[in-house]
């Protein structure tokens, strides 16, 4: 795997703190709102590479009962509600559960407030999915993570997740990429905060190579500019 510096342990607790904080603004991202506009032809290779991935994720339809990790407002809840039987959507911020609980009002949902990386299933589930939260995962703990995500599911369950390739105009105009052998990116909130957080930018390949490692096995595929996203299960 690529070597990188690893995070200071206080770094994910201010990044927790960052996330609860911007709870009311994270979508700004998602939509190109505000800091995070972007010129028209830019923001429809954005918009044209988002629905990609959504296609791809709506076509598994998965079923059963569904783990999300981090699930923020409710941007991939609200498409795994229409086949799951049962989500339960963990997030460290209270914030972010509360917005996504208001906007899906749906009884498949089970909100859990904790620790991703603490938090022990209570059982196998039939999927893990999760947006946006893979490179929030230091590379010193990445190998540990994969493999508790492969105990969380059943044999043959499946796993779906999308991330961010390294690309400038994907963040916000006041934020600055981190080197790439550094995993602390600085980010703003619309009042001017700054927060330290984890962004580690993986890449395919060494995903892939990592997944396996943990007895799963992912195709890692990239859309021309912004995301790659995994697609696999448990072996």
């Known amino acids: ?96 559960l509360e917005i996504n609980r208001a906007a899906l009002n749906s009884p498949k949902v089970d909100y859990v407030l904790g620790d991703i990386f603490a938090w022990q299933p209570p059982q196998a589930f039939d999927a893990v999915v999760f947006g946006f939260w893979i490179s929030h995962v230091p590379a010193e703990r990445l190998g540990g993570f994969l493999t508790w995500l492969a105990s969380c599911l059943r044999p043959g369950g499946q796993v779906f997740f999308i991330d961010q390739l390294r690309e400038k105009t994907s963040t916000a105009v006041d934020h600055v990429l981190p080197e790439e052998t550094d995993q602390v990116a600085l980010r703003k909130l619309n009042d001017g905060r700054s927060f330290r957080i984890v962004k580690t930018f993986y890449e395919a390949g060494e995903l892939t190579a990592q997944c396996r490692q943990a007895g799963l096995e992912v195709e890692v595929r990239c859309t021309p500019t912004y995301f790659y996203y995994g697609v696999g299960k448990r072996v």
């Open 1 to 96: 795997m690529k070597s990188r510096n690893p995070v200071e342990p206080e770094v994910l607790g201010e990044m927790v703190e960052y996330y609860r904080a911007r709870a009311d603004e994270y979508d700004d991202w998602w939509e190109r709102r505000g800091r995070y506009a972007m010129a028209v032809e830019t923001r429809r290779r954005w918009i044209a590479e988002r629905e990609e991935v959504y296609r791809a994720f709506d076509a598994l339809r998965l079923a059963g009962r569904v783990l999300e990790l981090a699930p923020g407002t409710g941007v991939w809840t609200r498409r795994l509600i229409a086949s799951a039987e049962r989500v339960t959507a963990i997030d460290s911020s209270p914030e972010m």
